[in-house]
């Protein structure tokens, strides 16, 4: 038994979609040869004469998607206001629908929508993941510079990873690797950031704060995971790697050398941070 579906009436419209779950949708074939060139090429073909049993008497299309993406595909279609997507789940599972009927508005609704905040922050590399799939670069760039907050061999692998090249995931990979290995060189310090109680010159050899060697031997480790700035230059880390040097005055020393840690910082925010 087939319904209607009460939420998208178009009045006028002269054919009906068929959701694989017998949902009818009114449309107008103007609307979606308009929005879609596949839809557009379907209907430039001959069409079959009408079915003297179709109560309707318009021409009825099967699709394989059930009705809760048709809706939601055909209100990005329709001049209404276009949902938002819920969840990457969502979004993917929509873009993949949008892909395959060619609807080229609903595409680029729904890669600005891959790189919103909420998306890049809670799972950066499945948005690469999904942009990669698509060949979308601008938001494939925009993705990879947020993945360098995660460790990306530790994330769990979604579906869309299995439609992705090794091109594009190799890519990401040496992304991480080149800015690891540029940042970890610039952790050098200069002669004139000295703790008044640990370090100086010995017998002509400088020797750097306590607080350095354990800030350096910490920021390697997490540089090696994550190549960006955000965790080794917070205060909880200067404060681990004061503590675990041992001495009274280093935390001093530490905030004595803002300068050169901002400048240090700065110098690891310049490095590459996209594909």
Same mark, same amino acid.
């Given at each position: 038994?087939?319904?209607?579906?009460?939420?998208?009436? $178009?009045?006028?419209?002269?054919?009906?979609?068929?959701?694989?779950?017998?949902?009818?949708?009114?449309?107008?074939?103007?609307?979606?040869?308009? =929005?879609?060139?596949?839809?557009?090429?379907? @209907?430039?073909?001959?069409?079959?004469?009408?079915?003297?049993?179709?109560?309707?008497?318009?021409?009825?299309?099967?699709?394989?998607?059930?009705?809760?993406?048709?809706?939601?595909?055909?209100?990005?279609?329709?001049?209404?206001?276009?949902?938002?997507?819920?969840?990457?789940? *969502?979004?993917?599972?929509?873009?993949?629908?949008?892909?395959?009927?060619?609807?080229?508005?609903?595409?680029?609704?729904?890669?600005?929508?891959?790189?919103?905040? $909420?998306?890049?922050?809670?799972?950066?590399?499945?948005?690469? =993941?999904?942009?990669?799939?698509?060949? @979308?670069?601008?938001?494939?760039?925009?993705?990879?510079?947020?993945?360098?907050?995660?460790?990306?061999?530790?994330?769990?692998?979604?579906?869309?990873?299995? @439609?992705?090249?090794?091109?594009?995931?190799?890519?990401?990979?040496?992304?991480?690797?080149?800015?690891?290995?540029?940042?970890?060189?610039?952790?050098?310090?200069?002669?004139?950031?000295?703790?008044?109680?640990?370090?100086?010159?010995?017998?002509?050899?400088?020797?750097?704060?306590?607080?350095?060697?354990?800030? *350096?031997?910490?920021?390697?480790?997490?540089?090696?995971?994550r190549p960006t700035t955000d965790?080794?230059?917070?205060?909880?880390?200067?404060?681990?790697?004061?503590?675990?040097?041992?001495? $009274?005055?280093?935390?001093?020393?530490?905030?004595?050398?803002?300068?050169?840690?901002?400048?240090?910082?700065?110098?690891?925010?310049?490095?590459? $941070?996209?594909?």
């Amino acid at each position: 038994m087939t319904h209607s579906h009460n939420d998208f009436y $178009a009045p006028g419209s002269d054919m009906l979609l068929l959701s694989s779950d017998d949902v009818k949708f009114c449309v107008h074939r103007c609307i979606l040869a308009a =929005a879609s060139p596949f839809f557009e090429h379907m @209907f430039a073909l001959p069409q079959p004469p009408d079915d003297p049993t179709n109560e309707e008497r318009r021409p009825v299309i099967p699709v394989s998607e059930p009705s809760s993406t048709v809706h939601t595909l055909l209100r990005f279609v329709y001049p209404v206001p276009h949902p938002t997507t819920s969840s990457l789940d *969502e979004l993917s599972n929509i873009l993949g629908v949008a892909v395959k009927y060619d609807f080229l508005g609903v595409i680029s609704s729904l890669r600005k929508q891959l790189i919103t905040p $909420a998306y890049l922050k809670d799972d950066p590399v499945r948005v690469f =993941a999904i942009a990669s799939r698509y060949e @979308f670069e601008h938001e494939a760039q925009v993705a990879s510079r947020h993945t360098l907050s995660v460790n990306i061999l530790d994330c769990p692998l979604s579906d869309d990873f299995r @439609f992705i090249t090794a091109h594009s995931y190799h890519r990401l990979l040496v992304l991480h690797k080149k800015r690891s290995k540029d940042a970890q060189a610039l952790l050098k310090i200069p002669e004139d950031v000295k703790c008044l109680q640990c370090s100086g010159p010995y017998y002509g050899a400088f020797v750097p704060p306590k607080w350095w060697k354990e800030f *350096e031997r910490m920021a390697r480790v997490d540089l090696e995971i994550r190549p960006t700035t955000d965790v080794i230059f917070s205060m909880p880390f200067f404060a681990r790697a004061a503590e675990a040097s041992g001495c $009274a005055r280093c935390a001093s020393s530490i905030l004595d050398s803002h300068e050169f840690l901002s400048d240090l910082k700065r110098q690891i925010d310049e490095l590459p $941070a996209t594909i």
